[in-house]
Nanobody, 117 residues
């Protein structure tokens, strides 16, 4: 069973930066891809960024050029560097991973990001 633990959320002013981390228990080599999602109050959960084990990335249009997803396989951790934050980025951010061998789909508990105007 894989456990994903997010950290790094908090309160920041518009224009500021935060870095989220998602640590996976055990080896992350079986987890591909890994993703960040977010869910704002009253809205559906949306995909923010994806990274494959090979390092290929993809982003939602709303965060392109501001957010960067990265992966440290040695630390079994992915990151989401968020710059130029906007109030509309306020949400609970969730880490997600798929086991490429079993198809297992795993979620973290979420971390709150609040951007004040």
């Amino acid at each position: 069973q894989v456990q994903l633990v997010e950290s790094g959320g908090g309160l920041v002013q518009a224009g500021g930066s935060l870095r989220l981390s998602c640590a996976a228990s055990g080896s992350s080599s079986s987890l591909n891809p890994m993703r960040w999602y977010r869910q704002a109050p009253g809205k559906q959960r949306e995909l923010v960024a994806t990274i494959t084990i090979g390092g290929s990335t993809n982003y939602a249009d709303s965060v392109k050029g501001r957010f960067t997803i990265s992966r440290d396989n040695a630390k079994n951790t992915i990151y989401l560097q968020m710059n130029s934050l906007k109030p509309e980025d306020t949400a609970v951010y969730y880490c997600n991973a798929v086991n490429r061998y079993t198809g297992g789909n795993y979620w973290g508990q979420g971390t709150q990001v609040t951007v004040s105007s």
